[in-house]
């Protein structure tokens, strides 16, 4: 594919088919449909079908082949498993719908997992054996011919303990697709997970996961920069994968490539042409206050002039990777090769979004004025604070400011009804008056600052994109009002973004301080907000 | 470094030090000889060396660092792991001298394997537990519940039965020079385990082994040709690990490289610039039958002309990799890359050493001359026939020619006897006399035949290199006399050399019939030797 094909492809903004190499192809859509059915009427079988009996047959031996494929794969001797066999279920998987993927990934999870009677055998002879050190031992050549037993049968009850279907994780990831195969297998699993949950099937998963993260070490991974020299099915991958900030046309790429712009990826040998994650900076000369004029400040400045790399967007492209931190390590090289590189960059920082933050606050501005209503709707609102759950998040001015300046635009007994109603979407009327903005922004930021530095989930920050960079040893510098004033960006945090800093000789100390006792590092800008200076 | 210093390098025949960068580094050997002795002498140290205290006490205070270092990147947990506490470790181990990093190892072998208690709990939990399917179940919500509570118990079991280790592996397999650590300090335990078995650290070893084969699939190797523009550095790893047939001089380097020949390696993103296992490829117009033609044919034939590629090298470069089979897939994916390259070329060779040939048949013949000996001395050759494990490996005619032709080069009262003298080293005086290589030559060959396609272990090829060609999908096409004359050649193998070929139409079956009934393909001209046709 040439880059005259992806100008067009971006035109047409249709998710190209060859971009999913293992998703479902639509021309095995009937042969599926069918198996499906053969499968869900087995009892009527013998009825009136007879006419598709053929037709059934043919199918049903497809299936079995499917079957037996992965059968092979799992009970072959490991000198036996040829790239054949392991082509055949790889294909046969593909052709599969996700219906009949979903009986395969089932009876895989079920059928596939443990010997439970060897396990059962292999305890009995473990907790026959006293282990070592239990007694007082001389070390003499008889007790390291003790021990050889000890450890041969501890290491047959751990390897026993390995479900059956590592074999085919294993396997596969002998094969030159097999890694990508099996993300899309993962992926897969995910999907059917959220349909509701299913014990044998989110066992499996959490077993290839930790298969997953092991494959994906670090070590196994190599930063590359991505420029406009890079082919185009690369770079129509950027396109199509560019989750914090869509890319909207040839142009838009082009300058994130260019003068004043990085971008680097993590790429494993084995998924070729492919970034697994990858990341877009900014060369800058200070820390931008919003997304408009990273992705529109034209002409850009002077490379040489930059002192801030600030981390605009960065996205995964593999959804069957999801759970597996990369972007921890990307980042921390990410800063070491733009150090080399310009010296003069000292200021590292990120544009983020804050995903959770809308949510957060519509559902607390619900469930109080509920409350509110419930509990005693006769109470003046200064009484109300007395009720066990009530808590009036506004501040008595931001209160009265918000209710003098509504007008028309929204109703509501308090402050917080107010509130509610402006900002429930799908409209954001609120953007356009510059009384409910001026209303608006003193709670918006307060609550944003608490939401970011005080609400935690175990003891973590709430919001995850906070969770991720926090956990990779940042703090929380600013937070910027109408920063990104999208529709998006709206519906996610009110158009408010936030700054996180990495600051090199502090990642490791922050890091571990946030995850022992999770502590969040912020500027004195940010803790203002709530006043726990 | 430059190739200037590579050429200095290789006149001066030296092992050249930073290429082993964790090996020991000869300025800490002092600290460890009183590292050592501190150890050693604890009973002592309130006696008489007083004098030594404070150099003791710091030394102490350092190797308490790195038990300290290696026990925090065990026991922290993993979001606090930082670089820092990572390369103290690794710094560490390798300030340490053998003796201490026996120690170490034995150290974290026994004090870091298995939390035996929490395992027998866990297991007093699992058996309380009903499995899945072992009653009739309605698989309704309930049962659900139950699931996961058995899956999550069967999991928390897995992993107690992981030993405490494991952390650091895969710890260190997430830092920059983790992986090569890894194989390094693999290297230092196979070198502990020649030295005498140690159970716990055959079973460290068995689980670290079993971690790198993951970490090392194939689908984390790079296949990349070698060629004379790579960077000296890497080259000289070449000079350095060839083990098959010893790099001489830089023409014999570059001529390695250049026109004709072909030279690939396996790479880890892990261990940049440094191959896993390389392979040597000639371009020839017919297999060769010797050495010679491979590496001194001057000058070479154009490469259009070639019709075989001729594998005549493989060489491992990482001792801590041993038994790790990294061979397998090279060898396939260099004949799909040839064939890309280069249609023309439909003949898949080696011309590969038969290593245990001389000692199998020296210990054979011994033996054999002893039992005659011993069980009757008087009995004439025909009537030897009748002793239990008496066997004349020699044919009459082979016998009559040996006594004939030996002169006064070697004493002895049969054909084995004399055979047995000839051949043993250090001498090689048979390959002066035409009389004795000529009546050498017909029971050498069809000895070697036999060894290669009769004498097993385990129902696998006893000679190491037919094992690993044969389990790779080779088959045996035929033997070379005179093939290597070096000191080695003659030592191993009494000069003759085997072509293995790979049919690429074949490869899987073969490797198949070889795995699961022992068998090994051969051509009509070497079965021919020992009449199995």
Not at 67 to 77: K, L
Not at 133 to 140: D, K, P, V
Not at 166 to 186: C, D, M, V, Y
Not at 208 to 237: F, G, M, R, V
Request: charged letters at 25%.
């Amino acid at each position: 594919m040439n880059k005259k094909a992806l100008a067009i492809l971006m035109r047409a903004r249709m998710r190209p088919n060859h971009l999913t190499n293992f998703a479902l192809s639509p021309i095995s859509n009937e042969l599926n449909q069918i198996l499906s059915n053969s499968h869900g009427n087995r009892s009527g079988e013998n009825g009136e079908h007879h006419a598709m009996e053929h037709g059934k047959e043919k199918l049903n031996h497809q299936r079995f082949i499917i079957y037996e494929s992965m059968h092979s794969v799992i009970s072959m001797n490991k000198t036996e498993v040829g790239d054949s066999v392991l082509n055949e279920f790889l294909e046969g998987y593909c052709s599969l719908s996700f219906e009949n993927r979903r009986k395969l990934l089932l009876t895989l999870a079920k059928e596939y997992d443990l010997n439970r009677a060897q396990v059962r055998e292999l305890i009995k002879q473990y907790l026959g054996l006293q282990p070592p050190g239990s007694e007082a031992q001389s070390g003499g050549v008889a007790d390291e011919g003790f021990l050889s037993t000890f450890y041969r049968i501890e290491r047959n009850l751990r390897h026993s303990l390995k479900p059956v279907y590592e074999t085919l994780f294993e396997r596969l990831n002998t094969h030159p697709e097999g890694l990508k195969f099996l993300t899309s297998i993962r992926a897969d699993i995910l999907s059917i997970l959220t349909e509701g949950n299913i014990a044998s099937l989110r066992a499996l998963d959490s077993y290839l996961k930790e298969k997953l993260t092991t494959w994906l070490s670090p070590a196994a991974l190599e930063l590359h920069q991505i420029t406009w020299d890079d082919p185009a099915s690369l770079l129509e991958k950027i396109v199509f994968y560019e989750a914090v900030h869509p890319i909207s046309n040839l142009i838009d790429l082009k300058r994130r490539l260019g003068v004043g712009r990085r971008c680097f990826g993590y790429f494993h040998s084995a998924i070729p042409r492919e970034p697994l994650i990858f990341i877009e900076v900014a060369l800058l000369k200070n820390i931008a206050e919003t997304i408009q004029e990273v992705l529109w400040d034209n002409p850009p400045i002077a490379e040489s002039e930059a002192t801030c790399a600030l981390f605009y967007s960065i996205s995964s492209t593999q959804p069957g990777l999801a759970g597996i931190n990369l972007g921890k390590f990307l980042i921390k090289r990410v800063i070491t090769l733009v150090k080399i590189d310009m010296p003069h960059i000292s200021v590292f920082a990120t544009l983020s979004p804050i995903p959770g933050f809308m949510q957060w606050l519509l559902s607390k501005l619900a469930s109080q004025s509920k409350l509110a209503k419930a509990e005693d709707i006769s109470r003046s609102p200064a009484d109300r604070s007395g009720l066990t759950f009530y808590e009036n998040i506004l501040e008595p001015e931001e209160e009265r400011a918000l209710i003098d300046s509504s007008g028309d635009l929204a109703s509501g007994k308090s402050g917080m009804e107010i509130m509610l109603n402006l900002l429930t979407p799908p409209t954001h009327e609120w953007t356009n008056s510059d009384k409910l903005l001026s209303a608006l922004k003193p709670p918006l930021m307060r609550l944003c600052a608490r939401y970011l530095l005080q609400e935690k989930k175990r003891g973590k920050a709430l919001d995850s994109v906070a969770n991720f960079h926090l956990q990779n040893g940042a703090m929380v510098q600013r937070i910027n009002w109408m920063a990104d004033q999208s529709e998006k960006g709206l519906n996610q945090s009110a158009g408010i973004m936030v700054n996180y800093v990495y600051r090199p000789e502090n990642i490791e100390e922050y890091a571990q301080s946030y995850f022992s006792k999770g502590h969040i590092h912020s500027s004195y800008d940010v803790k203002r907000y709530i006043q726990v200076l």
